[in-house]
């Protein structure tokens, strides 16, 4: 047996060759195995596909334990179908190692298969080679047809919603650069965010119909909003306050909290709009996701983002999302 058939071992599981993934009837008819999987989707609805991949030191840290990389690889992909409001179906790996190492191995599909299992994900397919490490994960959901949560739908006086809290992420990520020192346990609550996202699938879900417009917060706030104003052709007024944070972040300096909270990336919660008449549908639907959403703004027509603070003074910052490509 071949190093990489090794691999293989440990991301071939019984239940991805064959499974009915629950009540829609969509089915993996066949996963590993063959020279493609077979997917069959459920009647009257779209196929959802996305793909994200990581690369280390760009996207983690060499720090990051195997599981907690396998749940994040993952995650991160869970997160973008969850803006479509997306059901998670069927995944793909491919993965680069530079050397067989089973004790990586077996964290790291431990971490994968923990969140996929969670989510009702079968993985069915992908590829190994030898190289520099780098994982890449296409996810495949579904959504009844013409229910998928875009970008372009956001519409002038919608209110705007975050779910979550933001920033830790990035607060973390400033404690492993050395510009910002936490005592033990709030460093491994952040670190937390950071390598653990959850993403908000079932929120997703249960905004069809609902939100205006979605998307997930990968790379800031301020970036991601940015999207959805752009391709809505609309521009947004953002309270600082009231963007949500953790206990940890709101006791950090002021300039370090918009840092985070506005261009801090790696979040994985969902912005999206909904018209304002619609706040209590929000709140139900949040309730029976149970993720706790706030409302943190208003879309208006004109273009432009523009952030107030608690006085209603506008903010004058150079907004700048987190670019993969800038170090
Ligand atoms: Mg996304």
């Given at each position: 047996m071949g190093e990489?058939?090794?691999i293989a071992r440990y991301f071939a599981r019984a239940g991805a060759v064959s499974g009915s993934s629950g009540s829609t009837g969509s089915t993996v008819a066949l996963g590993i195995g063959d020279d493609c999987a077979v997917l069959t989707p459920a009647p009257g609805h779209q196929w959802l596909v996305s793909t994200d991949m990581l690369v280390e030191g760009r996207h983690?840290?060499?720090t990051v334990s195997p599981r907690r990389l396998g749940h994040k690889a993952l995650a991160v992909n869970l997160s973008d179908l969850a803006a479509c409001g997306g059901t998670p179906r069927a995944c793909f790996?491919?993965?680069?190692?530079p050397r067989v190492d089973e004790t990586f191995l077996a964290g790291f599909s431990e971490g994968l298969f923990s969140l996929a299992d969670a989510h009702g994900v079968v993985l069915a397919g992908g590829d190994t080679t030898a190289g520099p490490l780098n994982?890449?994960?296409t996810i495949m959901g579904e959504v009844p047809q013409g229910q998928a949560l875009l970008r372009s739908g956001a519409r002038v006086d919608d209110d705007l919603w975050v779910s979550g809290t933001l920033g830790d992420a990035r607060l973390a990520l400033e404690v492993f650069r050395g510009t910002v020192s936490l005592p033990g346990e709030a460093f491994e609550a952040v670190r937390q965010a950071m390598e653990l996202p959850q993403p908000r699938v079932a929120l997703g879900r249960?905004?069809?119909?609902?939100?205006?417009?979605a998307i997930d917060v990968s790379d800031g706030l301020a970036g991601d909003l940015g999207h959805i104003l752009r391709r809505s052709g609309?521009?947004?007024r953002l309270h600082l306050a009231d963007l949500p944070r953790s206990a940890i972040l709101g006791a950090m300096?002021?300039?370090?909290?918009r840092l985070c909270l506005l261009t801090g990336g790696d979040d994985y919660e969902?912005?999206?709009t909904a018209p304002a008449q619609d706040r209590s549908r929000v709140m139900e639907a949040a309730q029976a996701s149970a993720t706790p959403v706030y409302r943190i703004g208003r879309i208006e027509s004109q273009p432009g983002l523009r952030v107030v603070d608690g006085e209603g003074r506008e903010l004058d910052l150079a907004l700048q999302s987190f670019d993969h490509f800038k170090s």
């Open positions: 990489f058939d090794l983690f840290l060499s790996l491919s993965l680069a190692l994982i890449n994960i249960a905004l069809r119909g609902l939100a205006t417009s609309v521009g947004a300096p002021e300039d370090l909290q969902l912005v999206f």
